[in-house]
């Protein structure tokens, strides 16, 4: 089936314009997930939803990052005037089971979208 | 959070078994230990994880100490589609369900 799909691919910005990245998870997970990943370095955590609830948004890193999932399926990380340190992969990740009473289920990830701001 | 420690870099030779230790001498009982890897240009993907016993999967398996406070991921006949970064990771599902992701190890497979 399909996995996790993630648009824009790549994505070239200006300074200070705002950007809005999809997330597509596959058909029927329940828990979504937001990493940024800079070049040589492991992937960052920035927040997750279980279906349409936003369970913790601590490794957003100011409040320009921000994250929807309005239906508990797309999400929408949206970055707001942004700057140049933001240039980064952003990867989204799913998975079928929620936490509690689980073994922390397999997350399936994206292919990522490659943000440059100029 | 429980933290583990891997080193930086391994190398290996081609079809020979590759042991991939991992330490995390804090981990608490609610911990199970994941493993991901992440080849070049891709996105990380799971390969086992385990909570006290070994376990075995079509692509690996995992060792636990018997004190938890270690683990070894064993690549049974290394491949050169097998060099990535491997990443060996904590959860509490009970406390949250996100993954820190270390620095890993990076694995040079040598033909």
């Known amino acids: 089936g399909a996995g996790v799909s993630q648009s824009p691919r790549y994505k070239v910005t200006k300074r200070g314009q705002d950007v809005a990245l999809r997330c597509d998870p596959i058909?029927?997970?329940?828990?979504l997930y937001w990493y940024r990943q800079a070049l040589g370095q492991g992937p960052e955590f920035l927040t997750y939803?279980?279906?349409?609830?936003?369970?913790?948004k601590s490794g957003l890193p100011n409040d320009r990052f921000s994250a929807e999932r309005p239906e508990g399926s797309i999400s929408t990380l949206t970055i707001q005037r942004t700057e140049q340190r933001d240039s980064a992969m952003y990867r989204c990740a799913s998975s079928p089971l929620t936490g509690a009473g689980t073994s922390g289920s397999e997350q399936f990830f994206g292919p990522g979208t490659r943000l440059t701001v100029l | 959070d429980a933290k583990t420690t891997q080193p930086n870099s391994m190398e290996s030779n081609e079809e020979e078994p590759v042991h991939l230790p991992c330490n995390h001498s804090t981990i608490s009982g609610t911990d199970y230990i994941h493993w991901y890897r992440q080849l070049p240009s891709q996105g990380p993907e799971y390969v086992i994880h385990?909570?006290?016993s070994n376990v075995n999967n079509r692509m690996a398996s995992l060792a636990i100490a018997e004190d938890r406070k270690s683990s070894t991921l064993i690549l049974h006949r290394a491949t050169l589609r097998d060099a990535a970064v491997y990443y060996c990771i904590l959860r509490d599902p009970l406390r949250d369900d996100k993954i820190i992701f270390g620095k890993g190890t990076r694995l040079h497979i040598l033909p």
């Open positions: 058909s029927g997970h329940v828990s």
């Open positions: 385990g909570l006290t």
């Open positions: 939803f279980n279906y349409e609830a936003q369970q913790d």
